[in-house]
T-cell receptor
Framework: GNSVTQMEGPVTLSEEAFLTINCTYTATGYPSLFWYVQYPGEGLQLLLKATKADDKGSNKGFEATYRKETTSFHLEKGSVQVSDSAVYFCALSLLTGANSKLTFGKGITLSVRP | ETGVTQSPTHLIKTRGQQVTLRCSSQSGHNTVSWYQQALGQGPQFIFQYYREEENGRGNFPPRFSGLQFPNYSSELNVNALELDDSALYLC????????????FGPGTRLTVL
């Protein structure tokens, strides 16, 4: 079946540090890949996406590149801020007929210290 | 542009009761999906609705059911509540032009005692 594996957390960084959050996937077919962010007490916000191999998604300083050869979609940011503290979910979507369900990883909590 | 809205925000029920959660999709979106997010976990797909019909279902028992209305809003109904149904229930909407990209509401926190 389809699955998403995220690195174990939590992750604690100092402000302005470099961030990498690893994500790998297993899928039958060619999925679209996503990163969602969840701030405390809120729903999920779409952070970025990539729909095919070698695509790079980017938003708010975050980037992730769709690597088909390594089945990965690692999230990076060059300089994190306290406001980036949240839970980050990697997800994939495969169109099956007209159904497009999202399969999520377990999520990782990022805490950024001033 | 109006985003996805859900009601109520919080709900407390007792085991064996029934609950209805509501969702209004983002304007221009005609597909609604529901997810269950247990504490500390990623969301799990419950089902998806398109044109008022169920269009895919995850590994949830039949006591989880739904509806979609002509205005694309949706309801999630859960019968015979169990303690393990305590979770954040998330609704997401998408358009037919970009079906793989889903936008989420703030969720309904259900607590079953």
């Amino acid at each position: 079946g389809n699955s998403v594996t995220q690195m174990e957390g939590p992750v604690t960084l100092s402000e302005e540090a470099f961030l990498t959050i690893n994500c790998t996937y297993t899928a039958t077919g060619y999925p679209s890949l996503f990163w969602y962010v969840q701030y405390p007490g809120e729903g999920l916000q779409l952070l970025l996406k990539a729909t095919k191999a070698d695509d790079k998604g980017s938003n708010k300083g975050f980037e992730a590149t769709y690597r088909k050869e390594t089945t990965s979609f690692h999230l990076e940011k060059g300089s994190v801020q306290v406001s980036d503290s949240a839970v980050y979910f990697c997800a994939l979507s495969l169109l099956t007929g007209a159904n497009s369900k999202l399969t999520f990883g377990k999520g990782i909590t990022l805490s950024v210290r001033p | 542009e109006t985003g996805v809205t859900q009601s109520p925000t919080h709900l407390i029920k007792t085991r064996g009761q029934q609950v209805t959660l509501r969702c209004s999709s983002q304007s221009g979106h005609n597909t609604v999906s529901w997810y269950q997010q247990a504490l500390g976990q990623g969301p799990q797909f419950i089902f998806q609705y398109y044109r008022e019909e169920e269009n895919g279902r995850g590994n949830f028992p039949p006591r989880f059911s739904g509806l979609q209305f002509p205005n694309y809003s949706s309801e999630l109904n859960v019968n015979a509540l169990e303690l393990d149904d305590s979770a954040l229930y998330l609704c997401a909407s998408s358009s037919r032009q970009a079906p793989d990209t889903q936008y989420f509401g703030p969720g309904t926190r259900l607590t079953v005692l």
